[in-house]
């Protein structure tokens, strides 16, 4: 099946610094990916769409410059905490569907991201 | 906003089938029901989905009403394994845009 992947699986940094996840779409190309946080015992929250080759869609109370989305290509969507605060501190999963008619939508195996 | 409604948590005894609800009233004709769940510190697993047939696979069942306002999905065989949340969504086919509910948080017990 179709898989996802996510880099880093863990990471911890200093207030202040930045921080890039990537997820990769392994086996197909896709042209939107999402990204979603998850707080502890709470559900994903969409934080934003990514677009190959354009700017990415950010749902309503997510601020586009502190998490910078890049999807530069088919395969590939980053997004980069800027000025990582300790309240960034969260789980983030990022998400791609096949292209033109797939039923499913893949997930990453996300990204614990420890803000000290 | 998501457009389910489930139980917030369920137990099961391992070995036995696992029955969990979801209230969809508001579903559209082309919108799908679809099954995932997230194993802890996991990313979301798809399950199942389907349109207002029932369905299984090797993972699980999909009962749906005739109405589509509610469903069920059904682990046959419940294992410990199986503790997770289960996120019930319902959504268009072919957009890949998921908005979560707070699913039903599934406890096997041994």
């Known amino acids: 099946g179709a898989v996802v992947s996510q880099h880093p699986s863990r990471v911890i940094c200093k207030s202040g610094t930045s921080v890039k996840i990537e997820c990769r779409s392994l086996?197909?190309?896709?042209?939107?990916m999402f990204w979603y946080r998850q707080f502890p015992k709470q559900s994903l929250m969409l934080m934003a769409t990514?677009?190959?080759?354009?700017?990415?869609?950010?749902e309503q109370g997510v601020e586009k410059d502190k998490f910078l989305i890049n999807h530069a290509s088919l395969t590939l969507s980053t997004l980069t905490v800027t000025s990582a605060h300790p309240e960034d501190s969260s789980f983030y999963i990022c998400s791609a569907g096949r292209n033109r008619g797939g039923k499913e939508a893949f997930f990453g195996q996300g990204t614990r991201l420890t803000v000290v | 906003d998501a457009k389910t409604t489930q139980p917030t948590s369920m137990d099961c005894a391992e070995g036995r089938a696992a029955n969990l609800p979801c209230n969809h009233s508001t579903i559209s004709g082309n919108e799908y029901v679809y099954w995932y769940r997230q194993i802890h510190s996991q990313g979301p697993q798809y399950i199942i989905h389907g349109l207002k047939n029932n369905e299984t696979n090797e993972m699980a069942s999909l009962i749906i009403t005739e109405d589509r306002k509610s469903s069920t999905l059904i682990l046959p065989h419940a294992t410990l394994r199986d503790t997770a949340v289960y996120y019930c969504?319902?959504?268009?086919?072919?957009?890949?845009?998921?908005?979560f509910g707070k699913g039903t948080r599934l406890h096997i017990l041994p």
């Open positions: 990514s677009n190959e080759g354009s700017k990415a869609t950010y």
């Open positions: 086996d197909f190309q896709a042209t939107t």
């Open positions: 969504i319902v959504r268009v086919d072919g957009d890949d845009k998921i908005i």
